[in-house]
């Protein structure tokens, strides 16, 4: 079979004028970045639409090192719904640098499910990320020109500063550094260190603001660190909020471009969902909420990780009612929960141990009252006893359930789970019921996630945690939700225990606020915020040539 880039090289790709018509948009309404992107102005989300129309969450199982096939799932759905007469968008999440050079080496869709045109997509795109790169590294040299300033009037204590610095790409020499060296023109020597912009605050803050005033309110409440005389101090007290909103003028305007098959598609924000919320942003999804009848979008990694973050945060935040939830679920995945080393090798009984996994993943969706529908994305690898196994279970729980071959056939390949998905939509217009309420005490929100979601016997509290949830609740914040960073490898907070664990202890060793974003982050485990690249990185494979065209993207 061709490369990913080759097939997105050769589809017919139209103007991005003609996909904007598809939606009941005016080239005027468009605001062009060449022939096939464009920024779509935030006047266009209509509020009285968004209730009246489907929104389609796509999850997945417990992924396995490469992944699962949940953004190529949710393209050939999308496309699938199309075939069969409904007006549907995909809304999506921006690639990150990181993993494009690093492991992934795109994160566009793939086969005959991508959205297109893929290289810009994978490299740079609008500039969204670099703008918000730019706006949270704004604030950090603002923070280290107020200490060599010896700014007064809060007298920043500059082994209290919580706010690093960021890039968007995989370094892990940048973790910890020390700046400030050299004299004392060259600023005040201190410890910091770099995250991933996927990792950034401002990243989640523009992902879940309403719009530009709400954003640079926002940014105004990003927390800094404390004073010599332990008094908070945030962005505002250092009047960032301005400049840093104004650097994030366009980028906050969500983008359209489209499927191979000439859908829409909308792509924005791009926060990882095992350190951040993981969902693309509440402006774009409720822009293809205004100008379609259905909307497919999907939530990083697994149900315990962006989907509970999307149906906890976002959903809330943005009043939200989401019809169903997509669970992908695949043969290699069910393998390696079930033990088996060798997922191209036929093994169904490793794939019957693996269906705990699935099992708990749909149990999760129930959680919120959605009925689930399983999205088998078939291998080549894949048998038709392994593939029945998987039917005949979710038959057995009252599932629908769907072999699906968009990477191989496009949406033709989706169009029995895009009529699946319709049914299950249809039959729920406001059953959605989130999990928690923000009034809730910061212990019980996290404490209701790790039993019910992750499967936990108990939560465990370090001595840094519980300052920290004290600290949080006398800056008055306790009323903020809960974004649990762990690892995306396991239920529990230990990427080894694979399958369903259960007994198990989820240890929360400090808890971080993220004002500006608007929720609090319990952090448990070593969770990595800025990745470093494989031995083998995916970079060494990509290439340009004279005329322009790049290779190398999968």
Known sequence: MKSDIEIAREAKISHISEIGEKL?????????????????????????QISKKKLILVTAMTPTPAGEGKTTTSIGLTMGLNRIGTKTTVVLREPSLGPVFGIKGGAAGGGYSQVIPMEDINLHFTGDI???????????????????????DFNLDPRQIKWK???????????????????????????????????????????????????????????????????????????????????????????????????????????????????????????????????????????????????????QYGGLSPN????????????????????????????????????????????????????????????????????DYCDKQGVESSVVEGFARGGEGAVDLAEKVIKTAEACTTCFEPLYD???????????????VYGADHVEYSLKAKKDIQSITELGFVKLPVCIAKTQNSLSDDKKLLGRPEGFTVKIREVELNAGAGFVVPIAGNIMR?????????????????????????
Do not use: C
């Open 24 to 48: 009941g948009l005016k080239e005027d309404d468009l605001e062009l970045y060449g022939k096939y992107k464009a920024k779509l102005p935030l006047r266009l989300i209509d509020e009285s």
């Open 130 to 152: 670099a703008a918000i790169e730019k706006a949270h590294n704004l604030l950090s040299a603002l923070i280290d020109n107020s200490l060599q300033h010896r700014n007064k």
């Open 165 to 315: 610095r960021v890039m968007d790409m995989n370094e892990r020499a940048l973790r910890h550094i020390t700046i400030g060296q050299g004299g004392r023109t060259q600023g005040v020597p201190r410890e910091t260190g770099f995250d991933i912009t996927a990792a950034s605050e401002v990243m989640a803050t523009l992902t879940l603001a309403k719009d530009l005033n709400d954003l640079k309110e926002r940014l105004a409440n990003i927390f800094i660190g404390y004073t010599w005389d332990k008094e908070p101090v945030y962005a505002r007290d250092l009047n960032a909020q301005g400049a840093m909103a104004a650097l994030l003028k366009d980028a906050i305007k969500p983008n359209l471009v489209q499927t191979l098959e000439g859908n829409p598609a909308i792509i924005h924000g791009g926060p990882f969902a095992n350190i951040a919320t993981g969902t693309n942003s509440l402006i774009a999804t409720k822009m293809g909420l205004s100008l379609s009848d259905y909307v497919v979008t999907e939530a990083g990694f697994a149900s315990d990780l962006g989907a509970e973050k999307f149906l906890n945060i976002k959903s």
């Open 324 to 391: 169903t939830a997509v669970v992908v679920a695949t043969v290699r995945a069910l393998k390696h929960h079930g033990g088996a080393k060798d997922f191209n090798k036929t093994d169904p009984e490793a794939v019957k141990k693996g269906l705990a996994n699935l099992d708990k993943h749909m149990e999760n969706m129930k959680l919120y009252n959605l009925s689930p529908v399983v999205a088998i994305n078939r291998f080549p690898t894949d048998t038709e006893e392994e593939l029945q196994i998987v039917k």
């Open 438 to 452: 923000f009034d809730w005490s910061i212990e019980k929100k996290v404490d209701t996630i790790a039993q019910k």
């Open 530 to 554: 800025m990745p470093g690249l494989p031995k083998q990185p995916s970079s060494e494979k990509i290439d340009v040539d004279e005329d322009g065209n790049i290779t190398g993207l999968f």
